[in-house]
């Protein structure tokens, strides 16, 4: 029998840096004969990620390398001229890609569809459990509040994960192209300060099975105490698709309530995702524009304060060491997130976007849908946010969620001496730390300030 296929195909990674569970593979194998595996360093994508998630990248890209053999060609430039170059390099009929949704992502695969001029972009799965635009109301209309949208995807449900390893495509070697973008080296490390998680997909593996082991049962109850480690740190890998959110959920069965707050929290990050999908403006404006006339502050007051919040020296501890965690290890707790973003927006009435961009600044798991949209609900601007009027007390969120205080004294060690909770208020202390600040606002002041602007509104 006759084998119809085409000769070549390109398998495009982007957010996709795995082996397993990977749909693409699937679609290549059927479409040709043999794959060139292909990344682009984009610098309008490297540019804006931040020495941390650029590592991260660069480790995860030596990982997948490794995985195909030593058979991913890597090459620097703007996709739309790459990729269709290296199509006709290697005599591509087709490019195959797991779908981007982001408001880059679209812009640029479009433009590399056109480019591509015949070459067939086949776009197969997307790095979330149900695409973002899947789900919507009877009437068509995106869901804006998460309870309802939940409720629809738990019953539209998601695939099971496809089994591919590197042996489902034949991969072509990059030394066999003639011409087109010349292959790079994948770049040093930047060595970044903060202390990284281990990349690729077996470091991806090890924690996923060592959190469904040790944590999962007890995610619910756990899942708010950042003094523990007690929630999957999968979010860098679900960022860069070193795992796949289907791959996590196949492994979540069951109704307790471990496994379903877990399943909760994997469709947060659709319903972001969907909520960027139908609203691009929403990663950089007021989703609910009545806070376009919110009294901001600004000027050198405000900038001082703002610097204080990012170097964690504002003098409330659990701010502080989250802050600290933060530049540590370039990924903050949930609890700590939310925490912090109140802290910027009400207590220090700075715009929620000055936080957001400091964030993703530094985060290695940052991605703008879940990063905006998690600011947007902290500042009460977003699609179903905290009421504005809900404002985190800073000192009770560490009372009540690092109950023993051992999450302060790991980031800030002028108080590593202070014993048990008191370590939430050392300006109660007889004699406070000299070399830890005191607390750069009154929050009981700046609590009547934030509604009181609320209540100008
Ligand atoms: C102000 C703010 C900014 C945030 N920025 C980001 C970001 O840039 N990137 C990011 O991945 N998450 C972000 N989050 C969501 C959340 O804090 C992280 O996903 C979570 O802390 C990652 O740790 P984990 O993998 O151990 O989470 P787990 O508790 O183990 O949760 C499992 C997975 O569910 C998803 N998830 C959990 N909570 C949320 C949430 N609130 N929104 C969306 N997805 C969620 C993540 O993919 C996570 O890996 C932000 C939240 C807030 C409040």
């Not at 433009?111 to 695409?131: F, I, M, N, Q, W």
């Not at 973008?181 to 996923?208: N, T």
């Not at 990663?283 to 964690?312: C, H, M, P, V, Y």
Request: aromatic letters at 10%; one cysteine or more.
């Amino acid at each position: 029998m006759s084998d119809e296929r085409d000769a070549t195909a390109i398998v495009w990674f982007r957010r996709d840096l795995r082996v397993h569970d990977q749909p693409i593979f699937d679609a290549a194998a059927a479409r040709a004969r043999r794959s060139l595996a292909v990344f682009v360093l984009d610098p309008r994508l490297l540019e804006p990620s931040g020495k941390a998630r650029r590592t991260f990248l660069y480790r995860s890209l030596r990982d997948l390398d490794e995985s195909l053999g030593g058979r991913l060609l890597v090459v620097k430039g703007d996709p739309a001229e790459a990729i269709p170059k290296l199509a006709g390099a290697v005599g591509a009929g087709s490019v195959h890609v797991a779908a981007d949704f982001g408001p880059y992502g679209r812009e640029r695969d479009e433009a590399v569809e056109k480019a591509l001029d015949g070459v067939e972009l086949v776009r197969t799965g997307s790095p979330y459990a149900v695409a973002p635009g899947r789900i919507t109301k009877s009437d068509g209309s995106p869901y804006k509040v998460y309870t309802p949208f939940s409720r629809a995807w738990t019953q539209h449900g998601w695939r099971a994960p496809a089994e591919t390893d590197a042996s489902t495509v034949d991969w072509m070697d990059p030394g066999e192209k003639d011409g087109g973008p010349r292959a790079v080296k994948v770049p040093d490390d930047e060595s970044p300060d903060a202390d990284l998680p281990a990349a690729g997909e077996q470091a991806a593996r090890d924690q996923w099975a060592a959190f469904v082991d040790e944590h999962l049962d007890d995610y619910d109850d756990l899942r708010n105490r950042p003094d523990r480690p007690a929630t999957s740190r999968m979010s860098v890998y679900l960022k860069y698709g070193v795992v796949h959110p289907r791959t996590l959920l196949a492994d979540v069965g069951g109704s307790g309530t471990g496994p379903t707050s877990y399943r909760n929290e994997i469709c947060f990050r659709d319903f972001y995702a969907a909520v960027l999908w139908f609203f691009p403006r929403s990663a950089r404006e007021n989703f609910d524009t009545k806070f376009d006339r919110i009294t901001l502050d600004s000027g050198k007051s405000a900038d001082e304060k703002f610097r204080a919040w990012q170097e964690g020296r504002t003098g409330f501890p659990a701010i502080d060491a989250a802050m600290r965690q933060l530049r540590g290890e370039a990924w903050m707790h949930n609890r700590m997130r939310m925490a912090v973003a109140s802290f910027l927006v009400k207590d220090l009435h700075l715009p929620w976007w000055w936080g957001a961009r400091h964030f993703m600044e530094l985060l290695v798991d940052g991605d703008l849908a879940s990063n905006q949209h998690g600011w947007q609900w902290a500042a009460g601007t977003g699609t179903d946010a905290a009421p504005y009027f809900r404002v985190f007390n800073p000192v009770t969120q560490g009372e009540r969620f690092d109950p023993q205080g051992d999450y302060v004294r790991r980031w800030v060690p002028e108080l590593a001496d202070v014993d048990g909770k008191k370590v939430h208020q050392p300006w109660k202390l007889g004699e406070p730390p000299s070399d830890y600040p005191a607390p750069i606002v009154d929050h009981k002041t700046e609590r009547q300030e934030a509604l009181a602007r609320f209540n100008a509104l």
